[in-house]
T-cell receptor
Framework: GENVEQHPSTLSVQEGDSAVIKCTYS??????FPWYKQELGKGPQLIID?????GEKKDQRIAVTLNKTAKHFSLHITETQPEDSAVYFC???????????FGQGTRLTINP | DAGVTQSPTHLIKTRGQHVTLRCSPI?????VSWYQQVLGQGPQFIFQ???????GRGNFPDRFSARQFPNYSSELNVNALLLGDSALYLC??????????????FGDGTRLSIL
């Protein structure tokens, strides 16, 4: 089955700096890569996703890059703000199904 | 538009009891999936339903069951509760049309505690 590895498990950055979280996956047929943000007491919120026919997608301060050859994709957050503090999860769907396999999560802390 | 809604938000049960959790998908979404999230871990897939039929099942025992109703809402049932069933149970809905991948949107979950 699909195996998803996410790093780092914790990340602390100064407000205004950038944060990068990386995920690797095992199934070369995977073609959809979402990122979720989970705040305390809430469910995961879809913040950005990318399909395999593009290498990068941006939405204001967040971006996702995909390297299909190396089978990894990364979340980039620029100009970090205190409200970016949360747990971030990458996910990869089982091919042709709506079953998401999640990474282990990254706890991001933005220090003022 | 309302997002995915789940009820109840919190529930406390004792070992051996039965529980039913409910989910209403985003309007227009016909696919509902259930996930279990243990503290400190990512969500684990339990079931997916599309057009009232089970389309996927994760590695969970038969004590776990689910169904989807004609209005696309869904119930997750867990029998003979164990301490290890304590977790956040999440429901996600999508515009899944039977093939391919569509974005899944999650509710805020039901926090189940087993005493």
């Amino acid at each position: 089955g699909e195996n998803v590895e996410q790093h780092p498990s914790t990340l602390s950055v100064q407000e205004g700096d950038s944060a990068v979280i990386k995920c690797t996956y095992s199934d070369s047929a995977s073609n959809y890569f979402p990122w979720y943000k989970q705040e305390l007491g809430k469910g995961p919120q879809l913040i950005i996703d990318i399909r395999s026919n593009v290498g990068e997608k941006k939405d204001q301060r967040i971006a996702v890059t995909l390297n299909k050859t190396a089978k990894h994709f990364s979340l980039h957050i620029t100009e970090t703000q205190p409200e970016d503090s949360a747990v971030y999860f990458c996910a990869v769907p089982i091919q042709g199904a709506q079953k998401l396999v999640f990474g282990q999560g990254t706890r991001l802390t933005i220090n003022p | 538009d309302a997002g995915v809604t789940q009820s109840p938000t919190h529930l406390i049960k004792t070992r051996g009891q039965h529980v039913t959790l409910r989910c209403s998908p985003i309007s227009g979404h016909k696919s509902v999936s259930w996930y279990q999230q243990v503290l400190g871990q990512g969500p684990q897939f339990i079931f997916q339903y599309y057009e009232k039929e089970e389309r996927g099942r994760g590695n969970f025992p038969d004590r776990f069951s689910a169904r989807q109703f004609p209005n696309y809402s869904s119930e997750l049932n867990v029998n003979a509760l164990l301490l290890g069933d304590s977790a956040l149970y999440l429901c996600a809905s999508s515009l899944f049309s039977g093939q391919g991948n569509q974005p899944q949107h999650f509710g805020d979950g039901t926090r189940l505690s087993i005493l």
